[in-house]
């Protein structure tokens, strides 16, 4: 008889579990909001993540869709609860010219994509595309404005355009090519890495064009009151965040951008999305922990100009990043191991225990792409552990963050160390607790003991992602591999909640009282 792979995971914790993890929460000290936002994502015309991912044309006749978008990826998104989608880039946002892509497909102008494989952009997929499909999966649009090589005037034409009702040139355009309401667009990117692709600009110069651009776009009605975001920092380059935070008057400014991702190398490979050694894991789980760091010093530079925390930080760019998988015949296509799960877990986490300052982030990116949550092939679609992992942790969507403490043993390679386990917990509007931890240990199972201070709760359930081998995950033939499963290995007695979480899993567990 086949053992199922939860079963054969059991039976190795006997052997694998070492040093225990101590965790404590305060679930009568729970005050700060989880933004819903931080669970965004993002789409880019690069590869095949727009054109033959999500958008398949209106005259597709093999691939079930509404006006060209894919009716499986739709249901999908409503499902992973999108509460915004970044478009349209990225580098691309750059060089995007908004006003070619609207009017009758037929007399689009076309442009070649100079970023991502000089491929021609037929423009079919633009303005109206995007911002319908955002209300038919119910997230918020997060439109990038180009800074780099459009004008003042293209991005505030393109302000009106959406959210002007009546009585304006734009709007008159709009209400022509077929749309009468506005979509109150609100979140605004005032261009996009501005120190590489989007003008490789000094942080000064940029601060200064940030201040003339937000000059221009103006909130047209209550409902449209727009959230601006600075193009911010790259990983470390602290000086960016510092610059902009004392130049740009907080009153011109809802939001500053972070980008990181867990990648091995800029200049040099980025290693295989499967197929990949434990040193390769090791580095890029050091990559993804690298963010804590991050999020910690920007938010402190914040903190020094903005003590009241007025200022968001919005993490718009983050996710694995390896080569392209030649099979996939896209640009930056790669495949979703567990690996994938681990960065998202423990990067959600993360974003979680800061929610008091990252109020927003945006997953690179959406379909085909980079960590993509859906991957597609002609008919075939399909759901990675990465998908999973968001679909578990959505509980937290604007629920109430749970302060906790905790002792996690380490994962050692080669002489280095990372922490193990990380966490966060969050109660709901019914009171229910959440909790998402996250092992990213290549080889053991950690047992973990979670003290509950404040209230009493006697009712818990849970969820796993756990899978035989680092490198599994989903494919045409077998889209199920990697699953959701239910996870019974929590026991709750007197206030003290006991379970062993498997080598590079990811469980959440539901308490009731």
Request: glycine residues 8%; proline residues 4%; neutral net charge.
């Amino acid at each position: 008889m086949k053992k199922t792979i939860l079963s054969l995971i059991a039976g190795c914790i006997a052997l694998t579990a070492t040093a225990q993890t101590k965790i404590t929460l305060n679930t009568d000290l729970a005050k700060t909001k989880i933004n819903k936002h931080i669970y965004g994502h993002f789409a880019e015309h690069l590869g095949r993540c727009i054109y033959g991912g999500m958008y398949v044309g209106e005259g597709n006749t093999k691939i079930p869709n509404i006006a060209g978008v894919r009716n499986d990826v739709i249901q999908a998104l409503k499902e992973l609860k999108v509460p915004n989608l970044r478009w349209p880039g990225g580098c691309f946002a750059d060089a995007y010219q908004w006003k070619d892509g609207i009017g009758p497909k037929e007399k689009r102008p076309k442009m070649v994509n100079v970023w991502w494989g000089g491929v021609t952009e037929d423009n079919s997929f633009g303005t109206h595309d995007f911002l319908d499909l955002c209300e038919r999966i119910g997230a918020e649009p997060y439109l990038a404005g180009n800074v780099g090589s459009g004008s003042v005037k293209d991005l505030a034409d393109w302000v009106s355009y959406v959210n002007q009702p009546t009585g304006s040139p734009m709007s008159d355009l709009r209400i022509q090519n077929g749309r009468q309401k506005p979509w109150n667009v609100k979140i605004w990117g005032v261009g996009n890495e501005a120190w590489g692709c989007g003008g490789n600009m000094t942080p000064e110069y940029y601060a200064n064009i940030y201040r003339q651009y937000a000059t221009f776009m103006k909130d047209i009605t209550p409902e449209s009151k727009l959230y601006k975001v600075a193009s911010g920092a790259s990983s470390d380059d602290f000086n960016w965040t510092e610059t902009l935070m004392k130049n740009i008057p907080h009153n011109m400014m809802s939001a500053l951008a972070l980008h990181h991702y867990s990648v091995l190398s800029w200049r040099e490979t980025k290693g295989p999305s499967v197929g990949f050694n434990e040193a390769t894991y090791f580095k890029t789980m050091e990559e993804a922990w690298k963010m804590e760091d991050f999020v910690t010093k920007h938010s402190t530079i914040m903190d020094k100009y903005d003590p009241e925390k007025k200022v968001d930080l919005i993490v718009d760019e983050w996710g694995g990043w390896y080569e392209t998988d030649a099979e996939g015949k896209g640009a930056l296509y790669q495949q979703n191991t567990m690996r994938d799960a681990m960065i998202a877990g423990l990067t959600l986490n993360i974003f979680n225990n800061h929610a008091d300052r990252v109020r927003g982030a945006n997953l690179a990116q959406i379909v085909n792409v980079l960590q993509a949550v859906i991957l597609t092939n002609e008919e075939k679609m399909l759901l990675t552990p990465t998908f999973h992992v968001m679909k578990m942790y959505n509980v937290h969507q604007d629920a109430t963050l749970v302060p906790m403490s905790i002792e996690s043993p380490t994962y050692e390679f080669n002489g280095k160390k990372l922490t193990a386990i990380n966490s966060s917990a969050s109660k709901d509007a019914s009171g229910a607790l959440n909790i998402s931890l996250t092992n990213i240990d290549y080889r053991k199972s950690h047992e973990v003991t979670i003290n509950l201070r404040g209230e009493d709760f006697s009712k818990v359930s849970g969820q796993i992602l756990a899978s035989a081998n680092i490198s599994d995950h989903n494919t045409f033939e077998q889209p199920n591999k990697v699953s959701i499963k239910d996870f019974s290995g929590a026991k709750l007695e007197k206030g003290v909640l006991k379970l062993t979480i498997p080598a590079y899993s990811v469980v959440v567990l539901n308490l009731k009282k």
